[in-house]
């Protein structure tokens, strides 16, 4: 959001970036806090007998 550093408030420059002015707050206060892929099964592999 270079936009909130160059002294616009937080709403316009969250609609200059595309994002709503919630998700702006969320990331200025927290970083860019994006998801990450886990690397454990959430379910069990049907295919294991047959691979």
């Keep these: 959001m ?11 420059s969250s609609a200059k970036s595309g994002i709503s002015p919630r998700s702006g707050r969320r990331i200025e206060q927290y970083g860019n806090t994006s998801k990450k892929p886990h ?9 294991t007998e047959v691979w």
């Design 2 to 12: 270079k936009n909130r550093q160059t002294g616009l408030n937080q709403e316009v």
């Design 39 to 47: 690397d454990w099964r959430t379910r069990e592999d049907p295919f």
